[in-house]
């Protein structure tokens, strides 16, 4: 069984910056991709960034672009996301994911997910 834990969430103030880390194990492959989701209260889940782990080509939702990095240490199994400029509206729970995809409706899911991290950005 996969496991993901993430690690890494925490308070900052509006234009600081934070680094989410996700440590994969007990999948006897390695996944192609993985990426982070987040869910603020009362909203929806939404995909935030992917990463291919093979090439490292990344992809982001544009309302971090620019401001946010998806990295990844194949060596240790881990993924990492970098938060600079912070916003309040970035205030949310973070998941590490494995496989994340778009349906064909432009929705996106993945197959595995972490337990999430809590991030909160005051103003």
């Known amino acids: 069984q996969v496991q993901l834990v993430e690690s890494g969430g925490g308070l900052v103030q509006a234009g600081g910056s934070l680094r989410l880390s996700c440590v994969v194990s007990g999948r006897s492959f390695s996944p192609l991709f993985m990426g982070w989701f987040r869910q603020a209260p009362g909203k929806e889940r939404e995909f935030v960034s992917g990463?291919?782990?093979?090439?490292?080509?990344?992809y982001y939702e544009d309302s971090v672009k620019g401001r946010f990095a998806m990295s990844r240490d194949n060596a240790r199994n881990t993924v990492y996301l970098q938060m600079n400029s912070l916003k309040p509206e970035d205030t949310a729970v973070y998941y590490c994911?494995?496989?994340?995809?778009?349906?064909?409706?432009?929705?996106?899911?993945?197959?595995?997910w972490g337990q999430g991290t809590q991030v909160t950005v005051s103003s």
């Open positions: 994911t494995t496989d994340p995809r778009p349906d064909p409706s432009g929705r996106w899911d993945a197959s595995d």
């Open positions: 990463i291919n782990l093979g090439s490292g080509d990344t």
